[in-house]
């Protein structure tokens, strides 16, 4: 690794690592008080624009020569960096930081983008998705009214409708049906939304002093943002039922399971409040059956929110439209364009049939200075009564020029190209005896593990044997970076296909490398029992 390149110059024009000594006080002139370094100036901007795209091209064209996971300790970066930042910067001060994230945070740095991490769901990137978001910083505007800017307002309306559409949603989440939706950056925020807009409006019925009473649902499979949002719209911690989920319905949420933990619940004189249903969980990507949800929801009068994340981008291709039949039936949908449909991080999309409640719950009031007598009567939308936040970015830019520039067509084309690898890496997994695929692959993910051979040991060393296994994978400095699921005490190996840079060879080898690994280390057990035995 090479050394640190940060010099700066100080007070003084003396070259320092960073230690800032004290400078004297200096009193400005008129003329400095007037001065102001031009920041934004073209020609500069251009030039180190050019800088900033030969290096992030350098680094797609040279990420197989890093470890998709890094070796390194807490306080690796820490410790070589200054501990103040640079009074005044030093000569070519931007090459000189770029040459730090080349030499010291590249190499520190866990990439996504591997044509070989196949751990976690992607975080799927794009020349365009990368562009828009370097347009969107450009631009720089802050949409929170119409008033503030209305063409990101607009935009936003209309893209938004476009994606619900590509995705085969109801016309009842669109604006053009009465709905609508908006471009949030998590789905941790989707779901606080949604929540906090579903108590109000629970709250409204039953009274503001009952929030103690108030119930929320999902299973054990739900993210765990669930449970966050939950607490953070002050519902007890004790009133999140978190429904248990069994191997044999492939982990998805039993609908006669809710039912009994709703009815006990009404029994006991709480009061339902919230579904977070999960099309596409984080461990293996179960699918709760929407429809079937929705019907025990109603007759509760809870409000239905569907958490597809990862999953909602393969609802781009029609042939996975049948995963979530009756979703005409729920109050708000979200999920991740950033994960699969090549938008770059960050960007969520959330649907609600009702705006009403959402503006119900999260509207501001006497904001004079965001008002604009133009708007007034005309029906528009002023975001920030939408979401949390008030500052917000102008994602709907870099969305639409994803859909403008790949076409639904060509989203379409990415993922079934990634289910197919996912499907060849499944069918090797099952042509081995040795190994098992333990959930049904709706996806691009499949979770699979080692069998344990009954002369080493049987089920009773089954995880044990796999948690050495991933780490033996992982270990492999040139191999595929991979993930572990735990559910229904099983401990299992997860393979997600996703990023944009991964191709057919990436998935053999990968491969490849689990049953090198597999094989040492059944020989080494064998040579233990033997020696034991």
Same mark, same amino acid.
């Given at each position: ?291 079937? +949800?929705? $019907?025990?929801? /109603? ?7 569907? %958490? &597809? =994340?990862?999953? @909602?981008?393969?609802? *781009? ?40 409640? +959402?503006? $119900?719950?999260? /509207? ?7 008002? %604009? &007598? =133009?708007?007034? @009567?005309?029906?528009? *939308? ?63 993910? *499949? ?87």
């Amino acid at each position: 690794m090479a050394p640190p390149s940060h010099s700066f110059v100080t007070i003084d024009g003396a070259a320092d690592n960073g230690a800032l000594p004290a400078a004297p006080m200096m009193a400005d002139t008129p003329q400095q008080k007037l001065q102001c370094p031009n920041v934004l100036d073209a020609e500069e901007f251009r030039r180190q624009g050019h800088q900033v795209i030969d290096f992030i091209a350098d680094y797609y064209a040279r990420m197989g020569d890093y470890p998709v996971h890094p070796s390194v300790t807490p306080g690796f970066l820490r410790d070589v960096l200054p501990t103040d930042a640079p009074r005044r910067p030093g000569p070519d001060a931007f090459g000189s930081a770029l040459q730090d994230v080349r030499d010291l945070m590249l190499p520190g740095m866990t990439h996504w983008q591997s044509p070989r991490h196949f751990a976690h769901f992607p975080a799927s990137s794009s020349t365009v998705g990368a562009l828009g978001e370097a347009l969107i910083a450009g631009i720089n505007v802050v949409p929170f009214t119409w008033a503030a800017s209305p063409a990101a307002t607009e935009l936003e309306m209309v893209v938004v409708d476009w994606l619900g559409k590509a995705l085969h949603l109801p016309e009842s989440l669109l604006f053009a049906g009465g709905g609508g939706g908006t471009f949030l950056g998590t789905t941790c925020e989707a779901i606080l939304c949604a929540l906090v807009s579903a108590r109000d409006r629970k709250l409204a019925e039953i009274g503001g002093n009952r929030i103690s009473d108030l119930v929320v649902y999902c299973s054990d499979q739900t993210h765990f943002s669930f449970r966050k949002a939950a607490r953070i719209a002050g519902i007890q911690r004790d009133h999140c039922r978190e429904v248990q989920t069994y191997h044999g319905d492939m982990f998805a949420l039993s609908p006669t399971e809710l039912q009994a933990a709703m009815q006990a619940d009404v029994d006991a004189g709480l009061v339902p409040l919230f579904l977070c249903a999960t099309v596409g969980t984080t461990q293996t990507t179960a699918v709760d059956p929407v429809g079937e +949800l929705c $019907a025990v929801a /109603a007759s509760h009068g809870v409000w239905v929110h569907v %958490d &597809a =994340a990862y999953a @909602g981008s393969a609802l *781009v291709c029609p042939e996975f439209r049948y995963l979530i039949t009756g979703v005409e039936s729920v109050d708000s949908f979200s999920m991740n364009p950033h994960k699969w449909l090549l938008a770059n991080n960050d960007c969520c999309a959330m649907w609600v049939k009702k705006p009403c409640a +959402l503006v $119900a719950a999260l /509207a501001t009031e006497q904001e004079y200075i965001l008002k %604009d &007598a =133009a708007a007034e @009567g005309h029906g528009v *939308v002023d975001y920030k009564d939408w979401t949390i936040t008030l500052t917000r970015r102008f994602r709907a830019l870099k969305i639409w020029l994803v859909l403008r520039c790949y076409g639904v067509d060509g989203l379409r084309d990415h993922i079934r190209s990634h289910l197919r690898m996912a499907e060849a890496f499944e069918s090797m997994v099952r042509a081995d005896a040795r190994f098992e695929v333990v959930t049904e692959r709706h996806f691009a993910l *499949v979770c699979f593990r080692l069998r344990p051979p009954e002369k080493l040991g049987g089920e009773k060393t089954a995880n044990q044997l796999n948690r050495r296994l991933l780490e033996e994978v992982n270990a492999v400095g040139s191999g595929p970076y991979m993930s572990s699921a735990n559910a229904g005490g099983m401990y299992m190996l997860r393979c997600a296909v996703g990023s944009t840079l991964t191709e057919e060879r990436h998935v053999n080898d990968a491969w490849k490398v689990v049953q090198d690994r597999a094989s040492a280390i059944l020989r080494k057990m064998e040579i233990i029992y033997s020696v034991l035995g």
